[in-house]
């Protein structure tokens, strides 16, 4: 693609996408830093992460407003105003993924005054984050590389992190059901998974709405989805 | 549960986008000025009762095809028009076409708000008069009011219409013009960029009746301002050196056109 006759307006789309990329790598770094916090019980990790967050926040409230001011000033066209439009979509998705990476480090002081070792209860987890941290870092570096068609594939992918949480789902339960004493730490555990499923539906949303930017067509509706957590609450209640 | 197929979505798309029956329609038009040739075999349906905007950068034939549309290029004497343009199916180009009653079906308002040196009644009336389509006062007067309530003029001068037109502002000018165009009930508009002369207050005002005018008319728009052809058309037609390059619905055009020079006007990359 060309240059604007008005330079300037390149430079402002340049800075926009910038912070994207700034974002996606922050929320790639948060969540791996809030899983193996968790995984390690390490404290201090889980502090960076929280104070990431604020960097954050303030990243994405800086892109919202050269976003507003952009579409104020040169009232943007084609995959010009996609891509302004894309980017204040994608941004508040990095934003809820750096959200959820806090809530997890925000556990990691909880889940480690039980006894047990997070690690000895979460073998799957730790499989799932490496899902989860996959697709954060993949869907940052196909719309960095403006790869379409990678970003198809990746949305489609997110049915792995969903079966991955089925699996964490009931290897938790079980260890509930074996020692009562385990609850309070599977309890966290479980909405850490939880985070991370979301976690993987946001790289989702992030995935449509670049492949939107690109290409100018949405993709289509249907998507595998698969959550078989409700049925076995389900088929068990 | 929500189980639409991606054939029936895609079905509702289309059947949102597709053309109305044409009311104009362009075939293969070339048109030469002396021995320069300014369009290059134009192919373009106008769609009934909707507005099509015409947008390309200066030079690239945009206005020369609109004046096409009306013969308003019979003006010019270096100016030779070939291939064919028809009204209604038929060749406005034919030697047994009455021009004066073509203008009449295919109105015009210039970027230039030019009134006749005459009263505001008299610049409406003038069109109904040379037309004979009215012979009594009381006629008069009801064309007169009817045209300016329909250009959205008539409550701001319905006490000076004895007033000279030159004496309103340029968007009252421009809408006293197209009162006058809508005063021998024509079927098609052709506007030159309307609002290039007018506020950005006088433009809504122009806007928004181009909006309450599609209801009757067919209109065709030639617009420097990208906003204001995604703002006031249906479909779109971009130009460039003399060639049609695309044609489409606006909210297409606007979003995510097809042809990569469509791409780079619009969004400011050349022109």
Known sequence: MGEHTVSSFDEELEHIDRLIRDMGDLSGAMTRASTNALLESDNAL???????????????????????????????????????????????????????????????????????TPRSLAHSIDAMAGLVLHQVNAVVEQYVQRNADALIRLRDDDEKVDIQYTSVFRELLTYMMEDPRNITSCTHLLFCAKNLERIGDHVTNIAENAYYVMTGSQLPVQRPKLDETQMTVDAES | MNMLTDAAVEETLQSGSKPAASKMAGKDVTVHYGEKQALFGVNLEVPERQVMALIGPSGCGKSTFLRC????????????????????????????????????????????????????????????????????????????????????????????????????????????????????????????????????????????????????????????????????????????????????PTDKM????????????ITGRFG
């Open chain 1, 46 to 116: 889980a502090q960076r992460v929280i104070s990431d967050d604020a960097i954050m926040d303030a990243k994405q409230r800086e892109l919202d407003e050269r976003a507003i001011t952009l579409i104020a000033k040169r009232q943007p066209m084609a995959q010009d105003l996609r891509s302004v439009v894309g980017a204040i979509r994608m941004a508040s998705d990095l934003e809820r993924i750096g959200d959820l990476a806090k809530n997890i480090a925000k556990r990691v002081g909880a889940v480690g005054q039980q006894g047990a």
């Open chain 2, 69 to 248: 549309l009306n013969r308003m290029n019979d003006t010019i004497d270096i100016c030779r028009v070939g291939g064919s343009i028809l009204l209604d199916g038929e060749d406005i180009y034919d030697p047994r076409i009455d021009v004066v009653e073509l203008r009449a079906r295919v109105g015009m308002v210039f970027q230039k708000p030019n009134p006749f040196p005459k009263s505001i009644y008299e610049n409406v009336a003038y069109g109904p008069r040379i037309h004979g389509l009215a012979s009594k006062k009381s006629e008069f007067d009801e064309v007169v009011e009817t045209s300016l309530q329909k250009a959205g003029l008539f409550n701001e001068v319905k006490d000076r219409l004895q007033e000279p037109g030159t004496g309103l502002s340029g968007g009252q000018q421009q809408r006293l013009c197209i009162a006058r165009a809508i005063a021998v009930s024509p079927e098609v508009i052709l506007m030159d960029e309307p609002c290039s002369a007018l506020d950005p207050i006088a433009t809504a005002k122009v806007e928004e009746l181009i909006d309450e005018l599609r209801e009757n008319y067919t209109i065709v728009i030639v617009t420097h301002s990208m906003q204001q052809a995604a703002r006031v058309s249906q479909r779109t037609a971009m130009f460039h050196l003399g060639n049609l390059v695309e044609e489409g």
């Open chain 2, 254 to 265: 606007f979003t995510n056109p097809d042809d990569k020079r469509t791409q780079d006007y």
